[in-house]
């Protein structure tokens, strides 16, 4: 998944980075909101990390907008205000969840993958599939009985090809949702990862198609 973090203080924002980068999500950092204006409009993203406070202008105005603007990217706000009519506030403007600072690392990670579940309409964690099961809070996938764990970029390209099986994902557009603008990526790092992965699904009935010169889709059994 690519996340945005819309978030003005250095070492909180590298923390928290680091964090996700760890469970294998691209992450692009803003400083200010007209940062974060420059990254949507370059790329799309699962999930914004939003602050309230920043140099240039308060988050709630940039949420207003974004939902003004019938974007249904996912936000979770964090801010230091504890009050209730202040959370309350954000979730009528459009947020879909809020933390307030300081938070835990593991309670981040837990209302980010509900918030990605319920916009993927997933109430159950383990998604089943004709010949295989996977279970992206664990990063397995198990074939026939036998569990086989998915390092973090198999585990986010499975996630990428399962949301829309058949579809054809370029090598760039696949990238666009693995690395951050931050990360360097050669030519072949598609590449390495879809033939990983390949390897992860054998027996399963599930295969990745290479369309020479345009990309690949997942085609299920």
Known sequence: MRFLLVEDNDALAASVA????????????????????????????DLILL???????????????H????????????TAR???????DMLDLGADDYLTKPFDFAELEARCRAVLRRRGGAAQTVQTFP???????????TIDGEPRELRN???????????????????????DRLFSFAEPVTD?????????????LEGSGARIETLRGVG??????
């Open 51 to 65: 602050d309230i406070m920043l140099p240039d202008g308060d988050g709630r105005d940039f949420l207003q907008a």
């Open 131 to 141: 010949g295989f099961t996977f279970d992206p809070l664990t990063a397995t996938l």
């Open 18 to 45: 680091d964090r996700l980068r760890l469970d294998g999500h691209a992450v692009d950092r803003a400083a200010t909101l007209g940062a974060a204006a420059d990254c949507l409009r370059a790329t799309g993203y």
């Open 153 to 175: 970029r198999e585990l986010r390209l499975l996630e990428v090809l399962l949301a829309a099986p058949e579809r054809i994902f370029s090598k760039s557009q696949l990238c």
């Open 82 to 88: 504890a009050a209730v009519a202040e959370r309350i």
């Open 216 to 221: 690949y889709r997942l085609l299920l059994a």
């Open 188 to 200: 072949n790092a598609i590449e390495v990862y879809v033939g990983r992965l390949r390897k992860k």
């Open 67 to 78: 939902r003004a603007a019938r974007r249904d990217t996912p936000v979770i706000v964090t």
